[in-house]
């Protein structure tokens, strides 16, 4: 299934990746990303695979690669709350932080274990999860 770009400017970032087909054009050495302007690709390097990040808090050290994630960061600094939930009064400096909270509301558990029928709906949550079968295999290990 191919995706639209997105007008945000996620193309030259990386953050959008288009169909992976040779019609696409001009394709990324480093990942996935392709795209039919090599302009595009050559941004899409110096942004996510230089190491460069041109994007600065003036309140501390913290430097990313894009503008829409310095705004966020910023928004913990001045205290502003721009992502409100739908479901309850809950607001958040962060788009993905709010996704996350909003998975209380649904149930929906995205990330789900590989070996038992464990589902979370973080990561985080999933990653403590993997450690009960992390501590099997050690105290199994010992006994060989």
Not at 16 to 21: A, C
Not at 92 to 103: A, G, Y
């Amino acid at each position: 299934m191919e995706r639209k770009a997105k007008t945000d400017g996620r193309k030259a970032t990386g953050e959008w990746q288009g169909p992976n087909s040779s019609s696409s054009g001009h394709k990324c050495p480093h990942c996935d990303y392709a795209t039919a302007s090599m302009n595009e690709v050559w941004k899409h390097i110096a942004l996510s695979h230089s190491g460069a990040k041109p994007y600065f808090c003036p309140y501390c050290l913290y430097r990313t690669t894009r503008n829409s994630l310095l705004k966020e960061h910023i928004n913990t600094h001045t205290g502003e709350r721009p992502f409100a939930c739908p479901h309850c009064p809950y607001s958040s400096s962060h788009r993905n932080i709010l996704k996350r909270h909003i998975r209380t509301h649904t149930g929906e558990k995205p990330y789900a274990c590989t070996q038992c029928p464990f589902q979370a709906a973080s990561k985080t949550n999933l990653n403590k999860h993997l450690t009960i079968h992390k501590r099997k295999e050690d105290a199994n290990q010992a006994y060989l």
